[in-house]
Structures are given as structure tokens and as C-alpha cells.
């Protein structure tokens, strides 16, 4: 009679599936609450202490860490490993039917303690997948709820399945130990294991969940998902109230949307397109805010996302006017002003998202045989000082347009040049190779907007030049890191049209 062992935490189809196995004339083996779900639903179990002659031991810590478990697992469909095994009075275990603790659900759950997540490292579970998995060419390993119709539908076939199914759920027991190592690593690394200078970790473990798969990529021949490091995340950790579903582009878009947005802390806008902000501004309100921030670049905007830091009311609604939107992310939307836009632009997606501000996280790219991994910038580091380099000083407006342009600069792709006043964009230029480039695309965009504006860049000027474009359009402040060999040269440019420039010290790349 073969005999199967089961010790599952999610116990969903369990009887269905033994009752099953139990017809097909397999004997089952039973731990703890399973062994107890099983008698209640009528089934004859062998408790696993019978089988070890050993009791639960640790308040259920130890219950399958025994020879008489293992050793049937893993031995060998060989004359010598059936002699070893019945040596020592042990009989051989074909199937093993095993899932493991929600380590991963618990450590999502905000204020979990320590204590807690380590009570859900489980050991014998992954023992037991590990062991039947190395021996898969004997043992089934069913690690899978999902998987349960169709191992029944193999055993109850004429002819015997093939080896490479047997591998491929061996496979899905080792990608899910895997994956649960992986997280129970990256969460005990979080505070130890850090370089302290650089804020990085010498082996980096990140465990991934498809959560969502997309429509495609950035283009429709590729193909594309969102994973989380937890499996009941949300994009973006949002509740997505209304419109299409998300896109590939969507959400990368409404990431940074989301970035640049809490980076201010009045009622701010921000309109995003191809992962550039086309505008920004802040006002009492967001129905303020948004017109200043579509006058930037109206052009651009159509077809852009939307984040503001504050409740999206019926004002801004109405300020909306006829621009086609993508998305909206908003910390909450009133119920009117969400069944408004439910109502009027159905495609639209609304994500409300907690206003949290942007935690500690790493920014991960691939490249060819490799990724590379830095700390996320969120702006300038504490000990960061402004320093007036020219002959004038700003005064107490411009010092203000030119705070807000150097929180906006920040969210442009470099080379970034941003043109504002007072809390608004009024000219973006960025994504170029060409710091020249970037200003002049900034000072067409701003057009008349550009007299009377302040500048920002995100890193220094290598030449006057594309100082002096921005004098000849009107600008009557700059803000920028400074730090280049010709310095001097760009000082007595601003000096000699009467200009005032900050140097912040911090550059802004953003590649």
C-alpha cells in the first residue's frame, strides 16, 4: 500500500483530495491540525508520532524532524535503501503533501514583531518539500493546493505518468522553498548584515510574487507582470477605485507621479508623461494648483497621470475640463468627485493611496549580466548647505520659486532643466544629452512664462552657455550643485547680467 504524509497550513481541498487518495487505496499520514481535519471529516489517519515514536515536541516546533520520516522520504527505489529503511522498522514514503507557514503574509502586516514573524519560520514543512523534491523520481511532491486535481487525474490514469510531470511539481516545491527563504532572508537582513557607509547589502535577497499579469510591456510584443514582495499586495499599494486596468506604462508613470508628489507638502500637482513631469505646481488647493500645472506644457500633458497629495474634491474635478487623462493618484477622492469621474471617464483609473512618505527602499536595474542597485534619492541629504555664489543674493521671492524648482528638478531626466515661479512650473526640458539642450526646451516651453523666472539644474554647468540662454530669455535666479572646473566662469556670467545663483552642493541626476 503506498502511503502518503500530509502536513499543510493551507488546508483548502485537503479532505476532497485524502478522501480521494484514501479510495485509490493510499494510507495516509497525518501531523497536528491536519491529522485533526482529516478525522473530522471521517478519514482513517496514522498520526505521525506512531509512526516516529516520538511525541510533538517544542509546542509543535518538532513533529516530522525524525529519521523514520526522512529516511522513507528519501530513500532510494534500491535494494539497498529498502533494506536500510527496513533495518530499522521504517516503511517508504511516496507522496508527500505540504505547505508551509504565511511567513510572508505576516511579516506584510504592519506593527508585526519580531517574536511573531520568527513563529512563522516554518522548519519541518520545508524539510519535508526539500527531501521529497531531491527524490522525485520515487516521491510525489504536491507542495500546491492547485495541483491537487491533477495529480489525483495522473494517479488514476491506466498507464503511469511520465517522469518530467513528477519533475516539474518538484520544481514548484523548490521555487517555493526558495522564495520563502528568500523573504525570511531579506526580513532579518533589514537591520543587520548593512555596509553602514553605503547603506547597501553585501548579498541582496529579494522574494518576488506575481501579484498581477499585465496586458503587455511597454509595447505589445512584450510581455510583462507586476511582482511584490508580498502576494496580497496592491499596485502600488493602492486601491484601485475605477477605470481600465493598469498598464505596464500606467504604472511606472504614476510611480513617479507619486515620487515627485510627495515631495511637497502644500496642495500639489503633478502631471507626468513617458516617466517626465510636464508640470508641477502647488497652491491652497489642487483646483488651484492644476491649471498652473497644465499651463507647463499643456501639450504634453494629454494623455499623462495624474498624482496630488491632497483629497480630490468636486473643484478639481471641474478643473480637470476636458484633458484626457490616464490615471489619478490621489491619497482619497470624495464620493461625489469619484463618481464623477467613474461616471465621465470611465477609462480613467483612480488609485487612492496612503500618504505615506516614500520609505526606505533600493532602485534596481538590469543591465547585461547584471543589475545594479542604489539607495533611492529623495533629496537632498541633511547636511547639505545652499551657498550664494554670486555678487546678489536671491530675494524672499525667488529664494521660494527657487526651493520649488529644486524639489521639481530633481524628478526630471537628466540632463534636467527647470524653468518656475513662485510654486509652479513654467518650462521643463529634460532627458537630453545636452545641458544646452535641456535649457533651451525649457525656455520654449515656458515662451512669455520664461521673463521674470528662476532656474534650476540638476547638476552643474560644464559651460556658461546654457546660463546665458536662460539670462537672454529673462530668468533672474539659478539654483544649482555647482562643482565644475569652470565654476568661475559661470559666476561672472551671472554676475555681469545682475542675476543671483545658489550652489546646493547635491546633484539630481536621474538616468
Same mark, same amino acid.
Given at each position: 500500500m503506498p502511503?502518503?504524509?500530509?502536513?499543510?497550513?493551507?488546508?483548502?481541498?485537503?479532505?476532497?483530495?485524502?478522501?480521494? !487518495? +484514501?479510495? /485509490?487505496?493510499?494510507?495516509?499520514? *497525518?501531523?497536528?491540525?491536519?491529522? =485533526?481535519? $482529516?478525522?473530522?471529516?471521517?478519514?482513517?489517519?496514522?498520526?505521525?508520532?506512531?509512526?516516529?515514536?516520538?511525541?510533538?515536541?517544542?509546542g509543535g516546533r518538532v513533529k516530522t524532524l525524525h529519521p523514520a520520516v526522512h529516511a522513507a522520504i528519501l530513500a532510494r527505489d534500491t535494494t539497498e535503501d529498502m533494506a536500510a529503511l527496513?533495518?530499522?522498522?521504517?516503511?517508504?514514503?511516496?507522496?508527500?503533501?505540504?505547505?508551509?507557514?504565511?511567513?510572508?503574509?505576516?511579516?506584510?502586516?504592519?506593527?508585526?514583531?519580531?517574536?511573531?514573524?520568527?513563529?512563522?519560520?516554518?522548519?519541518?514543512?520545508?524539510?519535508?518539500?526539500?527531501?521529497?523534491?531531491?527524490?522525485?523520481?520515487?516521491?510525489?511532491?504536491?507542495?500546491?493546493?492547485?495541483?491537487?486535481?491533477?495529480? !489525483? +487525474?495522473? /494517479?488514476?490514469?491506466?498507464?503511469? *505518468?511520465?517522469?518530467?510531470?513528477? =519533475?516539474? $511539481?518538484?520544481?514548484k516545491a523548490f521555487a517555493l522553498t526558495r522564495d520563502y527563504d528568500t523573504a525570511i532572508h531579506s526580513y532579518l537582513s533589514q537591520e543587520v548584515g548593512i555596509d553602514a557607509d553605503r547603506g547597501l547589502p553585501d548579498v541582496l535577497s529579494i522574494g518576488l510574487t506575481r501579484v498581477q499579469s499585465l496586458r503587455y510591456g511597454e509595447n505589445p510584443h512584450q510581455a510583462a507582470s507586476l511582482y511584490a514582495t508580498h502576494p496580497s499586495a496592491k499596485p502600488l499599494g493602492a486601491d484601485v477605485l475605477g477605470g481600465k486596468e493598469l498598464s505596464y506604462n500606467n504604472l511606472l508613470d504614476l510611480d513617479a507621479a507619486w515620487h515627485a508628489v510627495l515631495s511637497f507638502e502644500p496642495s500639489t500637482v503633478v502631471i507626468v508623461k513617458h516617466l517626465t513631469p510636464t508640470g508641477i505646481a502647488t497652491a491652497d488647493t489642487l483646483a488651484e494648483a492644476f491649471p498652473l500645472a497644465l499651463m507647463s506644457d499643456p501639450v504634453s500633458a494629454f494623455g499623462g497621470v495624474i498624482a496630488v497629495n491632497d483629497?480630490?474634491?468636486d473643484a478639481f474635478v471641474d478643473a480637470l475640463g476636458t484633458l484626457f487623462v490616464e490615471a489619478i493618484a490621489a491619497p482619497d477622492f470624495t464620493a461625489t468627485a469619484q463618481q464623477r469621474l467613474n461616471t465621465s471617464r470611465k477609462n480613467c483609473r483612480l488609485l487612492r493611496i496612503e500618504p505615506r512618505t516614500v520609505e526606505a527602499a533600493l532602485d534596481v536595474r538590469s543591465i547585461r549580466d547584471g543589475y545594479l542597485i542604489q539607495t533611492i534619492d529623495d533629496g537632498d541629504p541633511q547636511q547639505a548647505e545652499w551657498r550664494v555664489v554670486t555678487q546678489r543674493a536671491p530675494t524672499p521671492t525667488e529664494l521660494q520659486a527657487l526651493r520649488f524648482g529644486w524639489r521639481a528638478v530633481q524628478h526630471v531626466k537628466s540632463n534636467a532643466i527647470v524653468l518656475a515661479k513662485e510654486q509652479a512650473t513654467v518650462g521643463i526640458g529634460g532627458g537630453l544629452p545636452s545641458r544646452l539642450d535641456a535649457a533651451r526646451l525649457a525656455i520654449e516651453k515656458a515662451g512669455a512664462h520664461a521673463q521674470g523666472s528662476v532656474l534650476a539644474s540638476d547638476a552643474f554647468f560644464p559651460f556658461?552657455?546654457?546660463?546665458?540662454?536662460?539670462?537672454?530669455?529673462?530668468?533672474?535666479?539659478?539654483?544649482?550643485?555647482?562643482?565644475?572646473?569652470?565654476?568661475?566662469?559661470?559666476?561672472?556670467?551671472?554676475?555681469?547680467?545682475?542675476?543671483?545663483?545658489?550652489?546646493?552642493?547635491?546633484?539630481?541626476?536621474?538616468?
Open positions: 502511503r502518503a504524509i500530509l502536513s499543510v497550513y493551507d488546508k483548502t481541498g485537503l479532505p476532497e483530495f485524502a478522501e480521494a !487518495l +484514501s479510495r /485509490l487505496g493510499w494510507d495516509l499520514v *497525518a501531523s497536528g491540525g491536519t491529522a =485533526r481535519v $482529516l478525522e473530522l471529516a471521517g478519514l482513517t489517519v496514522t498520526p505521525v508520532e506512531q509512526i516516529t515514536q516520538a511525541p510533538e515536541m517544542l527496513a533495518e530499522q522498522g521504517y516503511a517508504p514514503i511516496d507522496m508527500v503533501v505540504c505547505n508551509l507557514y504565511p511567513f510572508q503574509e505576516t511579516v506584510a502586516k504592519i506593527g508585526v514583531s519580531l517574536a511573531e514573524a520568527i513563529e512563522q519560520i516554518d522548519i519541518g514543512g520545508v524539510a519535508l518539500l526539500r527531501a521529497a523534491a531531491k527524490n522525485f523520481q520515487r516521491v510525489i511532491v504536491v507542495s500546491d493546493p492547485a495541483d491537487y486535481p491533477l495529480v !489525483l +487525474s495522473l /494517479l488514476q490514469a491506466s498507464e503511469p *505518468a511520465e517522469m518530467h510531470i513528477w =519533475r516539474q $511539481l518538484a520544481a483629497v480630490v474634491d556658461p552657455d546654457a546660463l546665458e540662454v536662460g539670462i537672454q530669455a529673462g530668468i533672474t535666479a539659478v539654483v544649482q550643485p555647482g562643482g565644475s572646473i569652470r565654476d568661475q566662469a559661470v559666476i561672472e556670467a551671472a554676475d555681469a547680467a545682475g542675476i543671483a545663483m545658489i550652489f546646493t552642493g547635491t546633484r539630481h541626476f536621474r538616468h
